[in-house]
């Protein structure tokens, strides 16, 4: 389970520019759920994402996972069990090594290295299995350097590089969002099957309402950092893109009355 516990952030404290984000902002996340995120820009979405995976630090209350306290262990500790799929697809690989050496280097995370080929030939014909699931031949082409891929292929393979190290948690960070619409419905449905298949905790923020509706067990918008909607279960299968869109219109114009 992960737990954010009475969570506080200002930004630009003591300055004419300081905003509270969060006040108090707390959320639970069952071990198992897949839960997508929503909400408009400054709503606290990726913050939050940043805040679990510790490249923001809270001002005041605590980040819990599986019972340990993460709240100030460091980003690089934290990602031995969180992966995080990005919004550029260029963040998740290195554009300068070949499908396969950056499989190889995922495969090596978190041991200890010493002088023995990078390269286990003997993976290899695994790191060709991993990669049929992806459906875009990309097993065929693992000599390939990773600059010269397309974005939702890139982003495939950032899917499988995060999923091969025995993760507690996976966080998708916009990761379809840079993507053309027929790429975004490959790289979700991948998305979807790895999810499944390895029951990994998942959350993933994103901008697109249908994907938020039909993937994942558990639906949450956010607002100006608090959860204004939270839904799962029967409530989320008979939720619709409209209904999203109205909370979202409300929004609006409770903001532009503000202004």
């Known amino acids: ?9 200002t930004f630009n404290k003591g300055t004419p520019d300081e905003s509270v984000l969060f006040d108090n902002f707390n959320l639970k ?9 929503i909400g408009s820009n400054g709503s606290g979405k990726t913050t939050m994402l940043n805040l679990i995976c510790g490249s923001l630090v809270p001002d005041s209350g605590r980040i819990v996972f599986d019972g340990k306290d993460l709240t100030k262990m460091s980003e690089y500790r934290r990602a031995e069990r969180i992966g995080r799929v990005f919004q550029d697809p260029k963040m998740g690989t290195c554009a300068n090594l070949t499908i396969l050496e950056n499989m190889a280097l995922a495969d090596n995370k978190n041991k200890i290295f010493g002088l023995t080929r990078a390269v286990n030939s003997k993976r290899i014909e695994y790191y060709r299995t991993l990669l049929e699931e992806c459906e875009m031949g990309l097993e065929n082409r693992m000599n390939t ?18 999923n091969m190290t025995d993760l507690d948690m996976l966080i998708l960070d916009e990761h379809t969002a840079a993507l053309d619409p027929k790429s975004s419905e490959t790289v979700m ?12 905790t998942s959350l993933m923020v994103t901008h697109n309402l249908r994907f938020a509706i039909e993937y994942g067990t558990r639906l949450i918008m956010m607002h100006e950092g608090k959860c ?3 839904i799962r279960g029967d409530e989320k299968k008979n939720a619709c893109v409209d209904d999203l869109l109205n909370i979202f219109n409300k929004i609006s114009i409770e903001v532009g009355n503000k202004v």
């Open 228 to 230: 204004i909607v939270d």
């Open 29 to 37: 996340i069952e071990e198992g759920e897949f839960v997508s995120v």
């Open 145 to 162: 350097l990773v600059g010269s891929l397309s974005g939702g292929q890139r982003q495939a393979l950032a899917l499988v590089i995060a």
């Open 189 to 200: 449905h991948l998305t979807d099957k790895f999810v499944h298949k390895s029951k990994i």
């Open 1 to 9: 389970m992960l737990e954010l516990e009475n969570i506080s952030l």
